[in-house]
């Protein structure tokens, strides 16, 4: 495991288990843990494709299906205008009690996807059809495919004095007109619509 990362005029001094190196990049992989809601077969339906854990690795594959994305309102909004280059037939689910900024939902409006504010109870997977949604109102909702977007943040914390995030205008390269700029992604999204990793 990483230790330290100091700077050494060559790029970076490594510490590692006792062990030391210098490089002239890092790549800072501080990994996430994905959540998933209450869920019956969350494994099987994460096999099945049913249940999809990254939009920017796999949204290609949802070309016309029914989408579901769930999780804090404006992050999951900033997904489902991404999956919305991929199929037009979006809903989001927000968690209630952090509702977004009317900029999050113009987009939402904008790009006709469907939003609904709820608490998710349970969801089934239905093999062979998708996964039903069930809220705590008791409100069903049917879907092809579901992306929770439900992650814990970073598996380790870090700070660094050397270390300056990316600004928005760094990060986006949407150049194409049916796609927001990055003033139009939220502050709490982890990826932004044309960016690559």
Known sequence: MVEEIRPHTLGFEVRYDGHGCVARRVILATGIQDSL??????????????????AIC??????????????????TIGHAVFLRSFTDRVTVIAKPGQPPREEALALVRHYGIRYLEAEVGQVHYRPGEGVEVVTRDGARHRFELLYPNLARGSARSWRSAWARPATRAAACRSTTTDRPRCRACTPSATWFPGSSR
């Open 37 to 54: 809601p209450a869920m019956d077969d969350a494994d099987a339906a994460i096999l099945s494709g049913t249940v999809r854990l990254c």
């Open 58 to 75: 796999d949204g290609y594959e949802v070309d016309g299906h029914e989408v579901a994305v769930y999780g804090e309102a404006e992050s």
